[in-house]
Nanobody
Framework: QVQLVESGGDLVQPGGSLRLSCAAS????????MSWYRQAPGKERELVAT????????NYADSVKGRFTISRDSAKNMVYLQMNSLKPEDTAVYYC????????????WGQGTQVTVSS
């Protein structure tokens, strides 16, 4: 049974930091690129960050470049999103996804974790 379980979402003040975690199971983790998406109320879903199956390359949305860092631990089947200098516009539900390297869209999705940036 495939599972992507996100954790770490919280209420944080502007300028603060959060670290999201995603625990993956039920598939061959090393064969999948991993990404974080987010969706705010009334807005389209946005691809935030991607890390390749080997962890050798990462990509970020312009809106988070320089503030967010995606990483993976293949020994633990974990993916992380370190978020610094958070802004109110970062408020959203954040989703962890797994994409088979040969495909262009995610294969699996997590249930999401809420991040709220507010004073």
């Amino acid at each position: 049974q495939v599972q992507l379980v996100e954790s770490g979402g919280d209420l944080v003040q502007p300028g603060g930091s959060l670290r999201l975690s995603c625990a993956a199971s039920g598939f061959t983790f090393s064969g999948y690129a991993m990404s974080w998406y987010r969706q705010a109320p009334g807005k389209e879903r946005e691809l935030v960050a991607t890390i390749t199956s080997t962890g050798g390359s990462t990509n970020y949305a312009d809106s988070v470049k320089g503030r967010f860092t995606i990483s993976r631990d293949s020994a633990k089947n974990m993916v992380y999103l370190q978020m610094n200098s958070l802004k109110p516009e970062d408020t959203a539900v954040y989703y962890c996804t797994a994409r088979r390297s040969s495909l262009t869209v995610p294969t699996y999705w997590g249930q999401g974790t809420q991040v709220t940036v507010s004073s």
